[in-house]
């Protein structure tokens, strides 16, 4: 079992619906990241947080929203989802220290678009 | 620059021969250097990581090979075994929170 509960594992959305994923750690990380992964690619970054303040977007489209309430849970709020936006949603989490530290993922979520 | 090169796409290996990954990358400024193991329905787990004062880092069966000269590093599993059949994505980084991943290799252990 990963550290990185992500919920839900699944998730079928029509276009104009609005949903939204969850990421929790217990770990103490207190930075915490979304990534997109297609089939057969490597993961994406979307978003990081550090000390629950939003540090990176990688010019994500503004129909995914991220939200970070407190040091363990991080949100992806979705509303008006494209097609090619299903894909594999993953959470990640590092500690923030000297150099750089590992992060680690959850399971993700697995997103469809109709 | 921001590059890393990931080779092959996909490998089959006999098992308990040796599965090698290879990388390459170009910006020197990168200093540290994980691999990634993800299985079906999985996210990423952190393999092992490197440094680039290390040549060689060994954990169990897995041991990464680098060569900071010619900028290539290498992910040797040896005694591969079925259960390591999954996807590798070797990753370089920079800066704290941004990791620059490969693009996968599939490996796949023959019984």
């Known amino acids: 079992d990963t550290e990185v509960t992500q919920t839900p594992k699944h998730l079928v959305m029509g276009m104009t619906n609005k949903k939204s994923l969850k990421c929790e750690q217990h770990m103490g990380h207190r930075a915490m990241y979304w990534y997109k992964q297609k089939a057969k690619k490597p993961p994406e970054l979307m978003f990081v947080?550090?000390?629950?303040?939003?540090?990176i977007n990688e010019s994500v489209p503004s129909r995914f929203s991220p939200e970070c309430p407190n040091s363990s849970l991080l949100n992806l709020h979705l509303h008006a989802l494209q097609p090619e936006d299903s894909a594999l949603y993953l959470c990640?989490?590092?500690?923030?220290?000297?150099?750089?530290?590992?992060?680690?993922f959850g399971d993700g979520t697995r997103l469809s678009i109709l | 620059q921001q590059q890393v090169k990931q080779s092959p796409q996909s490998l089959i290996v006999q098992k308990g021969g040796i599965s090698i990954i290879n990388c390459a990358y170009e910006?020197?400024?990168?200093?540290?250097f994980p691999w990634y193991q993800q299985f079906p329905g999985k996210g990423p787990a952190l393999l092992i990581a490197i440094r680039p004062d290390v040549s060689e880092k060994k954990e169990g069966r897995f041991t990464i090979s680098f060569n900071k000269s010619a900028k290539q590093f290498s992910l040797h599993i040896m005694d591969s075994q079925p259960g390591d059949s999954a996807t590798y994505f070797c990753?370089?980084?920079?800066?704290?929170?941004?990791?620059?991943f490969g693009k996968g290799t599939r490996l796949h252990i023959l019984p």
């Open positions: 947080y550090s000390y629950e303040k939003l540090s």
């Open positions: 910006n020197t400024a990168f200093d540290y």
């Open positions: 990640a989490s590092s500690p923030i220290g000297t150099g750089i530290q590992p992060q680690h």
């Open positions: 990753a370089a980084s920079m800066s704290p929170h941004k990791i620059i």
